[in-house]
């Protein structure tokens, strides 16, 4: 077994503390990495505090991992000592179900293993990456660029791929009247993305301060969502709103933005359940999706295209002792626009 360290919540709702534990052993398959970044996921808040599922505790969060490759197994072939690597929300799936061949390991029929709050294949608790190390098959292990800055780059495993991969699904680009709802840690990078695929963006926050940080992402026009007057200005204007808000909120006042066969893509996982008018989606022919992050290849493509492009998440860099702070103040909104943790601080 591994040594390592890191920070965990020993039970609901307890605030994160050190914690020794140990890792698994370097398998024949097998990447360590260790980890120099990881970003603070809204995520991780929820399932500290078991808003989607009863949690596996104690429990290291973290699934937006960044780092250097320290060991590999004998029968490792894309990694080496040295590599630079990243690890984002899952460390497993079955391989062979219709999902996993078609790339979608996330989705993985028999069930994907969470970098955290979850179990492994060998019964083992998996453990993110609010610690040190960590030991993750190659197969769920990418590539990161040189080019990219390495603490920018950690939320792409998340925020950027949770984004990214709507955007791809829907062929989102030149021609394309794209709303992003929400500035935080999601909606900074679908801005990001959106911008570099060609489309017009247009921000829609319930906060007018926010509206200049958003033309600095690149987005062509900020609406005040709160203003009606502003809102009727965007009647029948979009053909895509991409929903990034994590906190409960309601969408009906979006829905009529939306043009003939408009997409409402929901990325943000709000806790309670929306209620929409069947009425309101009829008109117009408009429907309603949801997106998660992506699969393993779309992941590393999209990583390639950030390095490509020089995109990395606009970020906060934290002590590891803040992350309590960093969790508060997530939940305030008060952060521009993604914690990183610096693991060195561990």
């Given at each position: 077994m591994i040594k390592s360290r890191g920070y965990a919540a020993?039970?609901?709702?307890?605030?994160?503390?050190?914690?020794?534990?140990?890792?698994?052993?370097?398998?024949?398959?097998?990447?360590?990495?260790?980890?120099?970044?990881?970003?603070?996921?809204?995520?991780?808040?929820?399932?500290?505090?078991?808003?989607?599922?009863?949690g596996v505790f104690p429990m290291v969060p973290g699934h937006e991992i960044v780092g250097k490759v320290v060991g590999v197994g004998d029968e490792v072939s894309r990694f080496k000592a040295g590599d630079l690597?990243?690890?984002?929300?899952?460390?497993?799936?079955?391989?062979?179900?219709?999902?996993?061949?078609?790339?979608?390991?996330?989705?993985?029929?028999?069930?994907?293993?969470?970098?955290?709050?979850?179990?492994?294949?060998?019964?083992?608790?998996?453990y993110g990456?609010?610690?040190?190390?960590?030991?993750?098959?190659?197969?769920?292990?990418?590539?990161?660029?040189?080019?990219?800055?390495?603490?920018?780059?950690?939320?792409?495993?998340?925020?950027?791929?949770?984004t990214w991969s709507p955007l791809r699904k829907w062929h989102v680009g030149k021609g394309h009247k794209l709303a992003v709802v929400g500035l935080g840690g999601l909606g900074h990078m679908a801005v990001k993305f959106g911008v570099a695929l060609g489309a017009e963006v247009t921000v829609l926050?319930?906060?007018?301060?926010?509206?200049?940080?958003?033309?600095?992402?690149?987005?062509?026009?900020?609406?005040?969502?709160?203003?009606?007057?502003?809102?009727?200005?965007?009647?029948?204007s979009f053909d895509f709103i991409l929903d990034t808000v994590a906190n409960d909120h309601d969408i009906n006042p979006y829905i009529p933005a939306l043009r003939t066969n408009g997409v409402y893509?929901?990325?943000?996982?709000?806790?309670?359940?929306?209620?929409?008018?069947?009425f309101a989606l009829a008109w117009g022919d408009k429907a309603i999706t949801g997106s998660g992050v992506g699969g393993l290849k779309e992941t590393q493509d999209m990583l390639d295209f950030c390095a490509e492009n020089n995109i990395t998440a606009d970020i906060e860099l934290i002590a590891i002792q803040d992350i309590n702070k960093a969790f508060e103040r997530m939940e305030k909104g008060d952060v521009r626009y993604r914690f990183v943790i610096d693991i060195a601080t561990l």
């Open positions: 020993q039970d609901v709702n307890k605030k994160l503390a050190p914690w020794d534990f140990e890792r698994r052993s370097l398998g024949e398959k097998d990447v360590q990495i260790q980890i120099w970044y990881c970003g603070v996921c809204h995520s991780d808040l929820h399932q500290v505090r078991n808003d989607w599922a009863p690597a990243g690890v984002g929300t899952i460390v497993d799936a079955c391989g062979h179900c219709e999902d996993c061949e078609n790339g979608h390991e996330q989705t993985c029929h028999e069930g994907a293993v969470q970098t955290y709050n979850s179990k492994g294949r060998d019964g083992l608790v998996t990456g609010y610690s040190d190390t960590i030991v993750v098959k190659e197969e769920f292990v990418l590539h990161i660029s040189e080019k990219l800055n390495l603490a920018g780059a950690a939320p792409l495993l998340c925020a950027g791929v949770t926050s319930t906060s007018p301060n926010k509206e200049v940080a958003a033309k600095e992402l690149g987005a062509h026009h900020f609406i005040v969502s709160k203003d009606k007057e502003q809102m009727q200005s965007v009647f029948r893509i929901n990325v943000g996982l709000p806790v309670t359940p929306w209620q929409i008018s069947s």
